[in-house]
C-alpha cells in the first residue's frame, strides 16, 4: 500500500508502537535470578544475603510511623546495607557463607580490609531484618507471655521497663539503638549500640531494639525523638518479642 494513502490514525497508532517497542528494546537486562528467585552478582555468583520482604504494608503502623518512613527505611536504608554488605563479602565467599548472626558475632574474624564495611552493613542488615518483626499494625498494649514475666522480674514493673528503654535511646549520642538483650550469663540487661553495631558483636541476643537513627522518624517527629519513642510502643509486637525469648 502507498504510505501516502495510508489511513493517517492507523499510521499514527503504527509509529507509537514501533516507538515502544524501540525505547523497551533500549532498557537493560535486569540481573540474572536463581530459580528461587534470589538476586545474582556479576559473573553468575549468588547474593549470600537478600532483603526480607516488609510483613505489613508500609502505612500500616500509621499514625505512629509514617508510609513514607517505612518506605525509605525498608527499601532505600535496608536495601543499601544488603547491597554493601554483599559488595564487600564478593571476594570471602566462605565468609558469605555464614549466618549473618554468626558473621557478626565473629566480626573480629573478618578480615582487616572489610572488617568496617561488615560491620556497618552488615550490622545494619541484622539489626533492621530484627526491627520489621517486633512491630505489627495494631500492636502495643501491655506486655504478655515470657517477657511480662522478665520485665516483672529484673525490671519491677512495665513503666520502669520502657522509662529505662527510652532513656537509653535518648542517651545515644548521634545514631544508633537501644536495646533489651540476653547477655552471655544468660541475665537481661538494656544496653545501648551507637551505629549499627549489634550486641551480637559482645555475645549477647537481642530481644527487642528500637532504631533511634534520624532516618527511622525525622519525616514525622523532626528533632523530637522522645515523642517518636513513646509512640513505638504502639506498634510492638509482644508474640514477637516472646517468640526472641
Known sequence: MDPKQTDPIARRDFLKVAGLA?????????????AT?????????PMPFELPKLPYAFDALEPH?????????????HQAYVDNLNKALVENPDLAKK??????GGIDKVPDGIRTAVQNNGGGHLNHSM????????????????????????????????????DAGMK?????????VKTKDGKFDIVSTANQDSP??????????VDVWEHAYYLKYQNKRADYLNAWWNTINWDAVNARM
Do not use: C, Y
Request: no cysteine; glycine share 12%.
Open 131 to 166: 526491627f520489621w518483626t517486633i512491630m505489627k499494625p495494631k500492636g502495643g498494649g501491655d506486655p504478655t507471655g515470657k517477657i511480662a514475666d522478665v520485665i516483672k522480674s529484673t525490671f519491677t514493673d512495665f513503666a520502669t521497663f520502657k522509662t529505662k528503654i527510652n
Open 200 to 209: 551480637w558483636m559482645k555475645g549477647d541476643k537481642p530481644i527487642l531494639g
Open 37 to 45: 528467585g534470589a538476586p545474582m552478582q556479576e559473573g553468575g555468583k
Open 172 to 180: 545515644r549520642f548521634g545514631s544508633g539503638w537501644s536495646w533489651l
Open 22 to 34: 524501540a525505547a523497551a528494546s533500549a532498557i537493560p537486562l535486569a540481573a540474572p535470578r536463581l
Open 65 to 77: 510511623i509514617d508510609a513514607m518512613t517505612m518506605q525509605i527505611h525498608h527499601d532505600k536504608h
Open 99 to 104: 549466618s549473618i548472626e554468626d558473621l557478626i
